[in-house]
Every structure is written in C-alpha cells, then in structure tokens.
C-alpha cells in the first residue's frame, strides 16, 4: 500500500481531494456564516414588522399617553399576547422616561432601561441586542400618541433570541450539506479521471523515474559527439543540444523557434526541415562538411515529431580525399616507374647493339620534351605553386592516356594571396575533367583531352576547364553544385558530390562565379575579382577542398 501511494496517479489523485476537501470545507463554512447572516437580517425585520404593529395598537398608545389614566397590567397584558401570538422572544413597551411598561420578566417592568431611546429620531432601527434574555435580533419601531404621528411618547422594542436563529440554520444546513457532498464526489471522479490520463500521458513513469530520465538525457544528449535537434508535430524546435549548437551556430533562443527563424534559407534548411528527405543527406557549410538524418518519431502509432542529427565529416572527409589523393598518386608514380623502367630498358638495349649516339639522341630528346613543357608554362603562368600543380596533373593525364593543354591565350601574373584559391579551383576541375574522360572510349570518340585556361586582366582572373567527354545534362545542369550531387560512381572510401560543392561555395565567398556552359563535354567558367582580397576563412576553406 505504501508504494501504491507513492505511484505519479496515487499522488495527483489524493493531493486534488485534499485540496477538494479543504476548499469543500471553507465553502460550506462561508456559505453557513453568509446564511447566519441572511436569517439574522429576516429575522431582524420580523421584529420589526411585530413592532410596527404592536406600536399602532391603540390601547398601548393611549395608556402611554402623558396625563392619561392608569391603566394598571393592560399594557403587560396586550404585550404578551403578541409576543404569544407572534413567536417573538420578548415584546416590550417603554415610555418617553425608559420605563418599561411590559417585559417577560414581571420584576423589570417599572424599571427604567440602560440604553437611550434610539427612535427618538422617528425612525424605526434594527439590529443585534445582547438584552438582558440574551442575545437576539431587535426590531425598534416610535410609539406615537392616539391621532398624531409625530408626538411621541414612547418606543415597542421586539427581539427574537439568537436561538432561533441557530435553530432556523440547523434546519437549512443539512440540505445543502448534501449537495456540497454531491459537488466532492464529482469533483474526486474529475480528479482521478484527471490522474489517469496523465498516468498515461507519461506512460506509467513515477516522479522520480521522470527525474531519473530527465538527468540521463541531459547527459546523453549534451554529452554525444553528434548534433541532435528534435521538433514537435507543429515543426518547433523542443531541443538543441551543444554539438548541433556548436556546429549550426545556434544561440539559446533557438528553442521554441522555427527552424527558419534561425537557419538562413539553403540546402542545410530545407535538410533540417525535412523538405529534401534522405539517408545521410551531406550539407557543407562554411566552416564543417556534415552528414543529416532526420527522422519520425512515432509513438502509440501516432507521430509525435521528428529527431535531426548531425554528424561533422569535415575531418573525416578531407582524410578520404587525401587517401584517395595519395592512391592516385601512387598509381601516377608507379606508371612513371614503368614508363622509366621502359626507356631504360631501350637506353640498354641500344648500348648493348653499340648504337651510343642513337641513344644519347634518345635521352636528350627526352629531357628536352619534359623540360620544354614545364618552361613553357613558366612563361605564361608566374605562380611557382600553380605551375606544380599542373606539372603534377600533367603526369596524371599522362599515365591515364589523356592529353593535358595548356591554352595558348593563357596568361596569370604572380597573385600570392589568390594561388591557394586558385590552385584549389584548378585543381577540382582538372580532377573532375580527367575523370570524366578517362573511363572506356570509343574509336570514333578518340583519345581524352582536357583543355584549361588562366587568363588575367584588370578586373577578373577567368579560369576555364574544358573536356571532350560525355558532358553535363542539361537536366541536372541546376544540381551539380549541391552538395552530395554527383554524376559520377560512388567510390568506396571517398564521398562523392563535395568537390564542385566546395568549389562553388569558394567562388561564392572570393566574389565571383561559376558556370556550366554548353559542349561537346563539360565546359566549366569561373570568373573572380582581380582586386579582392582572400579572407581568412576562405583560405581555410580552400584547405577543405585540396583535402
């Protein structure tokens, strides 16, 4: 039993009869002093009604009357019969000098009365009088001489003891009593009505294991290394705990909110939302790369919101770019050792048959053609780190069978505080060109070819990319530069759809632009400032992008 009244249900049920019981108690007392108070005013008036007419009785008017004859116990006499008559505790008739002329009590008549005559002002009065039988409700009405009202000469005072009164309440009491009962009984059925649904609104929790489940959440959710946001079924935000506060920038305020009253309008709003609805929806923004779910919460069969989290790839992301990075690059490196394995094999083979000039022929020409490219991109590209970086993609191309140009109207001055962007810029297109030219080929389609340019003047620094592969449909053309869009393959280790993405957010934040422009293949233009200077967060942007 004393765990049964410790149950959530057990406690609200007797806690709001307590609080019935108590105000059930409080009403009836109020109510029986309010009802004491309207039986004292009838009863009041009764007095007074039993005065008034006692006063017009004209034997008692004319005994009163100064010089009249005596009339010896008339006046006790006609008093007494009304007050038989009437019910009243006492009727009694005193003169201008407060002798009483009639009184229950024989010995008080002759006796003058302590109190002053209060109708003296012609008026009649009503009210309380503790009197010498007790206490009772008073009614005072002017006695006035035979054919005149306005000549007194004495006052018929009539009380009905307070007995009464609280005999006439106990009679009345009882009744409403019963309805007040009538009121708790209904009041209690509410009350654990009441208890029930919210037993099973709760789920049948007790206090202290809601306490218990409150302190683990909290320390679930603020302690998990993953963003979490719930929603209720109007879509407000209930929830937000410190990862998705630190990685949506979030303030406190964000409870109770809409989702687009404190996220800018986007692909990360409408993911958040739930207007685009995917497994692992990949979002970037400015400062991480994160991963999205979202969803349903459904209890009972009913839906009861939605749950968003949140996962931080930035790290992670750049890790799988640099591996596949480094894969390639090996790939690049042992092609090259082949094709230097190759030529050493022929260098050998020519010693071997005697021909040393033929082969010093060989290895000049060689060396002349490697060497010729690199100082052919020297004197039209002044950055060193640009110029290494298509060096290196020209190797890649090589190993691939593709062929890699540089166009001939191509021209960029040294801009130190933009060959980070650009490098990443060139770098993505490049990469993305090459591999959309390297798969299977036919003969009428002919060997791949990227073309790029970098031209420079005196407002903008224009890169171009351009390849003959199948190119960019038209129907997606829109799409290319949302993040986790991508046309081509997944690949096992690296999450495909956040190159263009990053490039298109880099290009964004430098001032400029970028386009898809018709083919054959993909044609991609981006165009920047030639003034702008590169913020700081765009530099650790275009970190995010060479990861």
């Not at 008339?74 to 009694?92: E, K, P, W």
């Not at 007995?163 to 009962?181: E, K």
């Not at 218990?212 to 929603?231: N, T, W």
Request: with cysteine; net charge negative.
């Amino acid at each position: 039993m004393q765990r049964r009244m410790r149950r959530l249900s057990s406690q609200i049920f007797v806690g709001q009869v307590a609080i019935l019981v108590a105000t059930i108690l409080v009403g009836f007392a109020l109510f029986a002093r309010e009802e004491s108070a309207q039986l004292d005013l009838q009863y009041e008036q009764r007095a007074l009604a039993i005065a008034q007419s006692t006063s017009a009785v004209s034997e008692i008017r004319e005994c009163l009357t100064p010089g009249a004859k005596p009339c010896g116990n008339l006046v006790q006499q006609i008093a007494s019969g009304i007050q038989h008559n009437t019910g009243a505790s006492y009727v009694v008739v005193i003169d201008m000098n407060r002798v009483r002329h009639s009184h229950p009590n024989p010995a008080l008549i002759g006796q003058q009365v302590s109190e002053p005559i209060v109708t003296a002002d012609g008026r009649p009065h009503v009210g309380i009088d503790p009197g010498s039988l007790g206490r009772s409700a008073n009614g005072k009405a002017p006695l006035y001489a035979p054919n005149s009202n306005t000549r007194m000469v004495g006052e018929i005072s009539v009380g009905i003891l307070e007995s009464s009164v609280t005999t006439a309440l106990w009679s009345v009491l009882p009744a409403y009593a019963i309805w007040f009962a009538v009121a708790l009984v209904i009041g209690a059925a509410a009350s654990w009505l009441l208890a029930h649904r919210l037993k099973k609104r709760t789920f049948g929790l007790e206090l202290d294991e809601i306490a218990k489940l409150l302190h683990e959440r909290e320390a679930v959710l603020h302690g998990i290394r993953e963003g979490m946001i719930a929603f209720d079924r109007a879509s407000r935000i209930t929830m937000v705990n410190d990862e998705a506060r630190r990685l949506l920038g979030i303030g406190a305020s964000g409870i109770g909110s809409w989702i687009e009253d404190v996220v800018a309008p986007g692909r990360l709003r409408d993911v958040l939302s739930g207007a685009i609805v995917g497994k692992d929806e990949v979002v970037l923004t400015d400062e991480y790369c994160l991963t999205v779910n979202r969803m349903p919460v459904v209890l009972a069969g009913r839906p009861h919101g939605s749950v968003v989290t949140l996962r931080d790839r930035t790290e992670l992301a750049g890790l799988l770019r640099e591996l596949d990075s480094v894969k390639g690059l090996t790939d690049a490196l042992r092609a090259q050792q082949h094709e230097f394995a190759n030529r050493m094999h022929i260098v050998a083979g020519l010693l071997e048959l005697g021909e040393s000039e033929e082969a010093l022929h060989y290895l000049t020409d060689l060396r002349g053609a490697e060497a010729g490219f690199a100082e052919s991109l020297r004197t039209r590209i002044a950055s060193p780190l640009i110029v290494g970086l298509i060096v290196a993609k020209a190797a890649v191309a090589v190993e691939r069978g593709i062929e890699l140009e540089l166009a001939e109207d191509s021209w960029l001055g040294d801009v130190p505080v933009k060959s980070q962007a650009l490098t990443t810029i060139l770098g993505n297109l490049i990469d993305n060109a090459l591999d959309a030219v390297g798969g299977a080929r036919s003969a009428e389609q002919g060997p791949g070819k990227v073309t790029f340019s970098l031209v420079e003047d005196e407002d903008f620094i224009t890169v171009e990319v351009r390849d003959n592969g199948p190119g960019i449909p038209d129907a997606v053309c829109e799409s290319i530069f949302l993040d986790g869009f991508s046309t081509k393959p997944a690949s096992s280790t690296l999450r495909r759809g956040l190159g263009l993405a990053l490039v298109h957010r880099l290009v964004q934040r430098l001032g400029g632009h970028i386009e898809v422009g018709p083919g054959p293949g993909a044609v991609f233009t981006v165009r920047i400032p030639t003034e702008v200077e590169t913020p700081a967060e765009v530099a650790a942007l275009a970190g995010k992008v060479m990861a």
